[in-house]
Each structure stands twice: as structure tokens, then as C-alpha cells.
């Protein structure tokens, strides 16, 4: 017998759904549903600088209009802050994060930062200041190297690449709350899927990077580990995935198009990508 399974879609409400996010949603709804189980939806508008209420209104029509259903309320991370907040002090009392005053620009300037898989990685200049003023305006980061020494060797599944030794270190120090919100993605996602009981996270192979720093989480929280399943990514005529920064072309336009829902559906359900676009290699 087929274990349940519970699964989420968790878009950020920053701009209309596209057709990567059709995808997303699609193989998360399917995966729950094929097991006789929970597909939940999660709006992360952590951002409040680029929220905005009508993407919350559009995100739950497009998934209506593509005939997917989502079980139980709607959960909102911006009604979540006090679980986030309780999570960085946890961390903060075992002295595992610490404050960044820095700027993106500053790093960018910083010739001791060294590159990563995603871009200069956090050179580490705020770890291990004597007396911070915490008056100021302040991000606070993990402290990786010590946490990795706290936890030991970690492993997480992915459903193609097999078992993952977790390597947070290829990010560096990540934010853990930011300047201008009181958490990040990273803490967020990892607190949320933990206590919505969420078991198998379905999501596409750009944040297959973040699971190593999600796991590192995990650990140190004492928070259950989900099984991954990192999709292929969606490709445009450009050769880049699709993003809401490409300008990529918004359900919202596709239905304005008269295109008919199943049209985008069944090729995803199908393993191939809809209206003539393809899906990355890797």
C-alpha cells in the first residue's frame, strides 16, 4: 500500500503565475493525489516590498482555472512571523547565528569574496564582531562552518540524484532574517513544510542548491527531513527557465489567449513541456 503523502505548492505573490509555476503545481498536486493524499497551498509573502494582495487573489484563480484543488485553508507566511522569530532564537541562544551590516554592494566590492555555484558567497565579515550595534540596521546569517561542527556529516533523497550529501557550504553564511523582513526563505520554508507535515517537497531543480542549507536547518531545529523531488525546469525561446523577471508570459495572458487549461496540463502530466516550450537537461 502506497503511503500518504502530503505535498505543497508555495508561490511567492510578487507576480502572476507562468507556466513554470503550472508545472510546479501540477506534479506537487498530482504526487499528493495519486497517493490518496494532502496537497496544500502556501502563499510566501515574506517580501513586503513586493507583495502585492491581487497576485494572492490570481494565484488562487490560475489554480482554479488549471482544475487543481488544494486542501485546508490557505496558509499565509505573514501570519506566520512569531514561528520564524522563535526558530532564529533558538538558533541565536546556541550562538549558531550572528548580525550582518553589510550591503549587497559591500560584498560585491569584497575581493576576499570567494564564488559559488550561485555568485560571490558571503565573505564572512560581520562573523565574529566583538560588540555589534544592534540598534542598526542589521541582517542576521547562519555561521555554517560552526553549525556543520554541531551536527556532523548530513544526507538528505532526491527522487533522481539518490541520496545527497548535504554540502551547506557551498552557500556560505546565508540570511536567516533579512534587513527588511524578519525572516528569509531559507528559515521560513524549512519551519513551514516541518510543521505543516509536509513529506515529500516537489519543487524545480533551481532550488536544489537551498535543499543542502534546508537540511543544515533540519538538523539543528530537530525538524523532520521531507523526500525531494526536483523537477526539470521549464525552458523559453530565450534558452533561460522561465521567471517572472524574464517577462515570462502569465497564465493571466495565456487565458486572456482563450487558451484552453488542459492544453498546459496534460503534456506536463505527460512528462513534456506545453505550447511548444521544453524542459531543461538538468
Not at 507562468?18 to 502563499?43: K, P
Not at 482554479?64 to 496558509?75: A, E, I, T
Not at 482563450?258 to 506545453?274: H, L, M, Q, S, T
Request: charged letters at 25%; aromatic letters at 6%; hydrophobic letters at 40%.
Amino acid at each position: 500500500m502506497t503511503a500518504l503523502s502530503t505535498t505543497r505548492f508555495a508561490p511567492s505573490p510578487t507576480g502572476r503565475l507562468h507556466l513554470g509555476h503550472a508545472m510546479s503545481a501540477v506534479l506537487a498536486h498530482d504526487f499528493a493525489r495519486s497517493r490518496g493524499g494532502t496537497f496544500l497551498l502556501r502563499i510566501e509573502d515574506i517580501d513586503p516590498g513586493r507583495t502585492r494582495e491581487e497576485h494572492v487573489a490570481g494565484i488562487e484563480e490560475d489554480l482554479r482555472w488549471l482544475g487543481l484543488k488544494w486542501d485546508g485553508p490557505v496558509v499565509r507566511q505573514s501570519r506566520r512571523l512569531s514561528l520564524y522569530a522563535e526558530a532564529l532564537e533558538r538558533l541565536n541562544a546556541r550562538g549558531l547565528v550572528y548580525p550582518c551590516f553589510c550591503t549587497r554592494a559591500d560584498i560585491a566590492r569584497s575581493a576576499s569574496a570567494p564564488h559559488g555555484p550561485e555568485g560571490p558567497i558571503y565573505p564572512g565579515t560581520c562573523r565574529g564582531l566583538p560588540d555589534p550595534d544592534l540598534s542598526r540596521s542589521h541582517a542576521w546569517r547562519l555561521d555554517t562552518a560552526r553549525a556543520l561542527a554541531e551536527t556532523g556529516p548530513l544526507t538528505w533523497d532526491d527522487a533522481d540524484a539518490g541520496e545527497i550529501e548535504a554540502r551547506p557550504d557551498l552557500l556560505g553564511d546565508v540570511v536567516l532574517a533579512r534587513k527588511d523582513a524578519p525572516t528569509s526563505y531559507h528559515l521560513a520554508v524549512t519551519v513551514d513544510d516541518a510543521d505543516q507535515g509536509v513529506t515529500d517537497v516537489v519543487r524545480g531543480r533551481d532550488l536544489f542548491l537551498s535543499t543542502h542549507v534546508h537540511r543544515l536547518l533540519q538538523a539543528l531545529l530537530g525538524l523532520p527531513t521531507p523526500a525531494y523531488h526536483h523537477h526539470r525546469l521549464m525552458i523559453g525561446p530565450d534558452g533561460e527557465r522561465l521567471a517572472k523577471r524574464h517577462g515570462a508570459l502569465s497564465l493571466a495572458e495565456l487565458r486572456a489567449q482563450g487558451v484552453d487549461p488542459k492544453d498546459i496540463v496534460e503534456p506536463i502530466r505527460a512528462g513534456c513541456a506545453p505550447l511548444g516550450f521544453r524542459l531543461s537537461d538538468n
